[in-house]
Each structure stands twice: as C-alpha cells, then as structure tokens.
C-alpha cells in the first residue's frame, strides 16, 4: 500500500439494506449471527439498522452491546436527520441512535431539490440545517458520523451547486465520511466517476460510495468511484438488496485486492470469503447464486474437454485468479461434453484414480451413453462415483459397490379417500427386497410416491443397516427431457440426500418419473452407505 492510496473502508449494509430484498427477513438472532460473520470476513463497520424507528433494530443494538465481541468490524447505527423545524437534541429519532451506543451514525439526508421539496416538504435552506443540527449535535455527543447523501447522483444531475452544499455543510458539521449515494441504480461508471471525481475536487472530504444494480453496474460503479477517489465502499454480502438488489461487497473486495493489489481486508479475511457468503446465505434462506462471482459454485467450474485438457497441465490458463484465494476451489463438470482428461480430472476431485487408460476410456464411454439417454451427472457426483466403481468392477480392477440389498419388486399406488378435500391424496409403496440373508417385505405411507418409497425401503434396510437412521432425503427435482412428447416424456429425477455434515446427489432417468425416482433413491441410499465405510451385510 502505498502512501497515495489509503487504505479503503469496508462498510457492510446487509442488515439494513439488504434486508429490504424481497422475500427477505431477519430475526434479532439472524442479524446476530451474520454480524459475526461479517467480522470473520473482516469489514470496517457493520451497518446494524435503524434503531428506533424498527423495534426489532432496537433489540438488535441493544442485545449487540452485550453479546457481540468484534475483532474487526465497528457497529452503526442507521437513521434520518431531525424533523423540519425541530431540533436534534430533542429529537426522538436522533436521541434513538444514541441510545443504541453503537459508535458509528450513518444519517441519511436529502442531497437532490426535488426530494426536499416533495418528500420532505421543507425548503432546501431547512435541509442544510437539519444536516447541520444532527450531525454537530452527534459529533458532540461523541460519535463518528457518516452522511449517506440519498439519491445524490441524480441531485448532482439536477442542482450540482446544492448537492454539494449538503456535502460540505455535513463536512463542516463534523461528518467524517459524505457517502455518494446511486439510490436508483440508473448511473454508468464513466458518469459516477466524473461525479466523483469533481465532488473530491469540490470538497476535499472523505468520500463514500453507494451503488445500487439497476443497470447491473453496481460493482463497476463502485470500483470506477475508488478510482476518482472513494475511500469507503459500501455494499452487501451477496448483493442483497431491494430492487435488483446492492453492489456485492465480496466481488468489490476481491477486485480491489485480486486485481488491484490494493489492501482491503485484514490479512486472510478474503479467504473466508466463501464459507461467509454461503453461511449467510443458509441463515436468510436466499438459495445461494452458483454464477455469483468469486464465491458461487459455478465461478471455477469446468465443462469442456478442451478446457480441462489445459487445465490438467496448468490450472491457471483457465482460471483469471486460484479459487483457494477466496476460499473456493476448482471443480470439473462430466458431460457429453467431456473428454477423458475432464473425466480424469473429476474422479482425482472425487479421490478416484483413472489414470489407467483402459478404466478412463471406459469410464468416458459409460458417461457418454448415460448422457445420451438423458443422465446428467454435472450435478450428480455421487452418481458419478458409482459408475466409476461399477465399471471399474466390471473390468476386475476393483471392488465396485457392496451388493448391499437385491430388489426382488416395488409397487406404489396413490388414493384420494372420498372427502379428504385439496392436497389430501396419500400414497402408499410396497417393497419386496433380500437383505441381511433374508427376505423382506415392507410397506410405507408419504404426502406422494417418492415420499412413500423412501419410507417403505428404509422400513425394509433399516433393520440390517441402522446407518440409513442418519440420511435424509431433502431435496427432489424432477425435469421432462422431451416436452413434446407430454405426458409419456422421459424424466430425469435429481435426488439430494444428507446425513450429517454432508449431501450428495443422485441422478435416475426413465418414462416413468416414479421409476426414475426410485434409481435415484436407492443409488443415494446405497452412496450414502459407502461413503460411511458401511459393507454388505446382504
């Protein structure tokens, strides 16, 4: 870091403004547990909400004071500027955000005419001492504060000479960070750096940055903003955010350091970045993003066999930077698309060795086939590992899969009983099966056919395989390969199964979806009894 380029400011604003997605809702305890995270991740400061004006946010600040213990992050307090014709000190709002103790303020304030005339219904000569009575008075009363201009950019377009106004005034008041505000998410990064850069010009203050993604910028503008002279981003974890959502911390923070070698993060905090990504992602149950830059499951993944040929002598020709940087890692993808050295490359993944050309040729011809007739296993790794242990049974080279269970027959049926009413249909399945020496017949009820399978098959196992009492079936997915064939179509089932500290995948295919079901449940029953260590006891 060098003496011109001062360390930039991470300010986290997931627990406010991220929490206005939608759909999107957090408990005192949800917003606890991501505040941790985020210190893991290691920002500046944490943007708690808005005390006072939300109860929830108020509980928030005050369990925070007593339960939360930051290595890195500062908490603040999010809230508006006293009422027109008020004054800060006896403000409810304004004393509010005191009484949270959190050591940071963040006020939002008018910066654009049309929204002081309109929102607030005062004057604009009102809104400069509101500006200037709360933030002094906060300044007083020993706080650092930081002025969130809203919708800046477009009171800029409008009245440049007044949206600078209400920067230096804050500025003279005391604020030790003017945040730039892209509140509707309409501006382009060359336009949010012209801006910027006068605004730096103009005030020689300590500037912010907060970008909105409406036009899919919102990563972009901020990193064209640091250039102009921003020190302090603001954003969220995962780009939460209403609308289309905030600039994504996490990509803004590895493009500064990956890119731009510019610190941002204490030492080994971007590493954490995608278990926090994920672990947040769980507690606000927004499915994670698998293209998500950086962090998503799909951001080092690869397809192609001429891809993977590169990469098994040097994963960099495919890879902009190691995944290991953000705490993600490489995986291959086994299609139709891939060749042997793709297919290599993911059993070594899986800890399989295919080195021996005769097992990897024929381990790439299975997967070929399978995949004609409408497998995937791009999303099946468990499937996957499977077939290579069968076929590399079949040319003697290993054990294969333990023969834990033979089915002799299954059967389901599903009644709807006279009065039950809308979604009172149940489904009852029969299986016939040899386990343990024996031969067992067992039958189970569910809410639909795979629900019932599942139930009736683990009645039959569980007595000679009490390891199943530990997996569950969570997730089921079912696509129709060949619409134009309608109902009588081939359906590709996806199962995910989970014990626990782990799920897998499991793939069947077949015209009839109970059919395909059932091949992918008795495949994720049988992985999930290899993976424990678990021989046949047939």
Not at 165 to 178: N, P, R
Not at 242 to 247: I, K, P, Q
Request: glycine share 10%; with cysteine; proline share 4%.
């Amino acid at each position: 870091m060098t003496a011109d380029r001062p360390r930039l400011e991470v300010y986290d604003t997931t627990l406010r403004d991220g929490a206005q997605q939608e759909g999107l809702s957090l408990s005192v305890l949800d917003k606890l547990a991501i505040a941790r995270h985020l210190d893991d991740l290691g920002v500046g400061v944490i943007e708690g909400g808005w005390p006072g004006a939300i109860p929830k946010d108020t509980e928030f600040f005050a369990r925070a004071a007593d339960e939360l213990s930051l290595r890195h992050a500062r908490l603040a307090a999010f809230g508006a500027t006293r009422r027109a014709g008020g004054q800060a000190h006896s403000d409810p709002q304004v004393r509010a955000l005191l009484d949270s103790r959190a050591p940071v303020v963040t006020l939002v304030a008018k910066s654009h005419t049309g929204h002081v005339e309109k929102a607030l219904r005062t004057t604009t000569a009102e809104n400069l001492e509101m500006v200037r009575d709360t933030v002094s008075f906060l300044v007083r009363e020993g706080r650092e504060v930081v002025l969130d201009a809203e919708h800046f950019f477009d009171g800029y377009v409008l009245d440049r000479a007044y949206a600078l106004e209400v920067l230096q005034v804050a500025l003279a008041a005391g604020a030790s960070t003017v945040a730039l505000c892209d509140t509707n998410g309409g501006h382009l990064p060359r336009a949010v750096a012209d801006v910027v850069a006068d605004v730096q010009d103009a005030t020689g203050g300590r500037l912010g940055i907060h970008c909105h993604n409406d036009t899919g910028c919102a990563v972009a503008n901020t990193l064209a903003a640091v250039d102009a002279g921003a020190v302090q981003v603001q954003g969220t974890l995962n780009g939460y955010g209403e609308r289309t959502g905030n600039a994504d911390l996490v990509t803004v923070v590895a493009n500064l350091e990956l890119k731009r070698d510019q610190p941002v993060l204490p030492p080994g905090g971007l590493r954490e970045a995608s278990r926090v990504a994920h672990a947040v992602s769980e507690i606000t149950n927004v499915p994670p993003y698998s293209r998500q830059p950086y962090v998503g499951a799909s951001a080092f993944t690869h397809k192609a066999g001429l891809h993977a040929s590169a990469i098994r002598v040097d994963p960099d020709l495919y890879q902009h930077v190691d995944p290991t940087e953000v705490g993600n890692d490489m995986r291959m993808l086994v299609s139709e698309m891939a060749g042997r050295a793709s297919i290599e490359l993911k059993g070594r993944e899986l800890g399989l060795d295919l080195s021996e050309p005769a097992l990897l040729g024929a381990v790439t011809d299975a997967v070929k086939t399978r995949e004609a007739e409408g497998y995937t296993f791009e999303a099946a790794d468990a499937s996957f590992d499977l077939l290579v242990r069968r076929v590399a049974e079949g040319l003697g080279q290993a054990d294969g899969v333990p023969d834990y269970f033979h089915v002799d027959s299954w059967r389901v049926i599903t009644e709807m009983r006279p009065g039950a009413g809308h979604g009172g249909a149940t489904s009852e399945a029969t299986v016939r099966l040899v386990t343990g020496g024996s031969r067992a017949v067992a039958t189970g009820e569910g809410n639909g056919p795979v629900n019932a399978l599942d139930a009736a098959l683990r009645t039959a196992l569980t007595p000679t395989y009490p390891e199943l009492d530990e997996l569950e079936l969570i997730d089921f997915r079912v696509r129709i390969l060949d619409a134009s064939h309608g109902t009588d179509a081939v359906t590709r089932v996806l199962l995910e199964t989970a014990d626990d500290g782990s799920t897998w995948t499991t793939v069947g295919v077949g015209p009839n979806v109970v059919e395909a079901s059932w091949e992918a449940l008795v495949d994720g029953l049988a992985y999930g009894l290899l993976r424990r260590g678990v021989g046949s006891r047939a």
